[in-house]
């Protein structure tokens, strides 16, 4: 007569790898042998490695105790329950974000809205306020500060393919929720950002010619209360100088991790020679967002690829297939991460990082006003009077650029404080040879020594010099006739450029700003640019680029996970977040994404009706998240485990769409 206790462990392992996975705790209870079987480590890591399709080169998470317990994270620990579908919002929702503290999270819509929630279950609205009656069409992004005690809300003026707009700042102490400051802002290009726990950065653009611009990063006070009107609410930080009518968008500010020796020079990174019609490209010195293209990667990863086999898993917009693609295609498993270099998700930084206060995030998007559909676009408002084709007297002199190098002893008078004594880094998007943004761009920021003292403006000797530099130089000043290379040298240098080689649609950080994380549709392989205005045609799947703060170099990218579908003219934002375990996106093709961050496959799909354009995990328990779609909804998402905490009867609650393998 046979028995169980006769069978072999090699087969009951064997037999183990035939069960489901929710069946393995069952089978563990039954003696103390099988339930030591049941932890086989072998087991586990074949057993996970094969459902989620994970490359087995790969090792175990740095920091991880068993192969088992990195299954049961994987499986347990995910959000995949839709615990609460929210209705409140009665247009397209843009945005989503959390407080640092995890307690709350705000929205913004078409609506023109910006609610704050209670993160708890259910959730339920905390604060809102109607934007509109300050002129607002719509709110599109919202960042808390670091001590939870403001929110900083961005948004669009009322107006046919408006592109102005304001930055404002609503007070949550006392539970109130009061207006404290307005600061202009140029929406489309920048959302805003926090560089304090009570400062802030705006920007605007500056059109100086013919594809030629400045953009202009101001830093602002949170609350502009003043005793005099001699003192000043807001510096100027940077003045980028923009070619191919480009310009410096999705500003960021991160703790800064990189050493000084990266600085040495300006650099262009993952630059292959490509002939683009760029008379410059092989000039060594350079300014504003024109840096060298010296030390250039002529094969760099991912453009191998030629022409003849570029239908090799990806549809570009425009493809004449992208129709029929768009209605038969299977949302299978996505592939894993394709790595540069051994990449290992981070730990939290031990120094002056201060890893648990994110300084912002979001690059702006461009919107175009329609009767019922919500799309970006890019709108340029040229110059066209004499007047904005002449700048201010002291706009262009050799003292204005004051943000390369501060002081930052406070004067005796006290009309100078310093900020922040730590160094900074801006990050942004950009572009050199088309207006679509297809580069990363990297500013140290010392220790910024805020000037609270408006300055009387320039003297009559300045005046006098500028208006015989205007004499001998007028060429220099007219519209048509801008000496780029003039007005380059009294701009600011961008530090180190990333090229991507696609168009950038989301940016984020990892909580200890170690890595950024980036959304970015590619061009073909072997492109050829003819005309700033006629960018390279791009993708519909977003790659996600990963860039090691630290060495400033991409070190992998995940490929063909998430989809968009509209061309570069109409191309906008997807946001993006990081955990320390997880990144996750929202995409076009109504579904949000989740990765893990060191297996980098795809964990679970999250459904909406229409475009998920936003994404956000909760920062003090990852185990939460928030999706925000075009269809009017927000929708929480929850993990088992966490279900379980807040005793969630989930039998009538939707999944989202696990990629992990199941026994049939």
């Given amino acids: 007569m046979h028995s169980w206790e006769y069978i072999t462990d090699a087969v009951f392992i064997k037999i183990l790898d035939l069960i489901d996975i929710e069946d393995i705790s069952n ?4 003696c103390r042998r099988w339930k030591e079987l049941c932890l086989d480590e072998y087991f586990w890591k074949k057993r996970l490695l094969k459902d989620w399709k994970i490359d087995p080169t790969i090792g175990i998470k740095k920091g991880a105790l068993s192969w088992h317990d990195e299954y049961i994270r994987l499986w347990r620990h995910v959000p995949i329950v839709e615990t609460e579908i929210l209705k409140e919002h009665t247009n397209q929702v843009l945005h989503v974000s959390f407080s640092n503290n995890g307690k709350f999270f705000a929205t913004c819509s078409k609506d023109g809205y910006v609610l704050v929630w209670d993160a708890g279950y259910p959730a339920r609205i905390r604060h809102y306020k109607d934007m509109k009656t300050f002129s607002w069409k719509y709110t599109q992004y919202s960042k808390f500060n670091a001590s939870d005690t403001s929110l900083l809300v961005s948004g669009v003026h009322f107006g046919s393919h408006s592109n102005t707009g304001e930055i404002a700042v609503l007070s949550l102490t006392d539970g109130n929720f009061d207006l404290q400051c307005r600061v202009s802002n ?15 950065i705006s920007g605007d653009q500056h059109w100086l010619g013919n594809l030629i611009s400045t953009s202009n990063l101001w830093l602002n006070r949170a609350s502009q209360e003043t005793d005099s009107e001699f003192t000043s609410v807001m510096n100027r930080m940077f003045r980028f100088f923009n070619r191919s009518a480009s310009s410096v968008r999705g500003v960021m500010v991160a703790n800064c991790v990189t050493p000084k020796s990266h600085f040495t020079s300006p650099m262009i990174e993952n630059r292959p020679n490509f002939n683009s019609g760029d008379s410059d490209a092989g000039s060594t010195t350079s300014k504003g967002n024109k840096p060298s293209h010296t030390s250039i990667n002529q094969n760099p990863p991912g453009l191998s690829r030629t022409i003849d086999n570029l239908g090799q898993g990806r549809l570009w917009a425009g493809d004449p297939d992208f ?7 299977s949302f299978s498993q996505a592939p894993n991460a394709i790595y540069y270099t051994n990449y290992e998700a981070p730990t939290v930084n031990d120094g002056d990082s201060d890893a648990d206060m994110p300084l912002g995030a979001g690059p702006s998007k461009d919107y175009v006003d329609s009767d019922d559909t919500y799309r970006q676009t890019r709108s340029q408002s040229m110059p066209n009077t004499t007047a904005q084709r002449q700048e201010s007297q002291y706009y262009w002199s050799e003292g204005a650029n004051s943000s390369s190098e501060y002081d930052t002893d406070e004067d005796d008078e006290g009309n100078v404080e310093l900020l922040d004594k730590r160094e900074k880094f801006l990050i942004f998007s950009t572009g050199d040879e088309t207006y679509t943004p297809h580069q990363i761009g990297f500013k140290r920021i010392p220790p910024f020594a805020f000037n609270k003292r408006i300055d009387p403006g320039p003297t009559l000797a300045e005046r006098v010099a500028h208006r015989r530099e205007l ?13 780029a290379d003039w007005v380059a040298q009294r701009c600011d240098i961008v530090d180190h450029i990333i090229e991507l080689h696609g168009h950038i649609i989301g940016m984020a950080l990892s909580p ?8 970015c549709r590619p061009w073909p392989p072997n492109y050829h640019i003819d005309h700033p205005l006629d960018p390279p045609p791009i993708a519909q799947e977003i790659d996600i680029h990963v860039i090691d703060m630290e060495m400033l170099k991409p070190v992998g990218k995940l490929l063909r996970a998430h989809k968009a579908y509209t061309p570069n003219d109409e191309c906008f934002f997807i946001f ?15 579904h949000g994404y989740l990765w893990d961050r060191h297996y980098g496959t795809c964990i679970a799909k999250y459904p909406h009706e ?23 909804t927000l929708k929480i998402w929850r993990s088992r485990s ?5 005793e969630i009867d989930t039998s009538d609650c939707g999944k989202g769409a696990e990629t992990r393998s199941k026994i049939e």
């Fill in 323 to 329: 129709q029929y693609w768009r209605s038969t295609e």
């Fill in 512 to 519: 200890d700003h170690r890595y950024l994380y980036v959304n």
């Fill in 27 to 30: 089978v563990s209870k039954v």
């Fill in 186 to 200: 140029r929406p489309y290009d920048i959302f805003g950002t926090w560089y304090t726990d009570s400062y802030l």
């Fill in 642 to 646: 966490l279900c379980n905490q807040l």
């Fill in 576 to 590: 993006l977040d990081v955990s320390e375990d997880y990144v996750a996106s929202g995409a076009e093709d109504k």
């Fill in 610 to 632: 229409d475009v998920v354009n936003a994404i956000a995990f909760n920062p003090k328990d990852p185990e939460m998240l928030v999706t925000a779609s075009d269809d009017f």
């Fill in 471 to 483: 004499q001998l130089h007028p060429e220099r000043f007219e519209h048509e006739n801008v000496d």
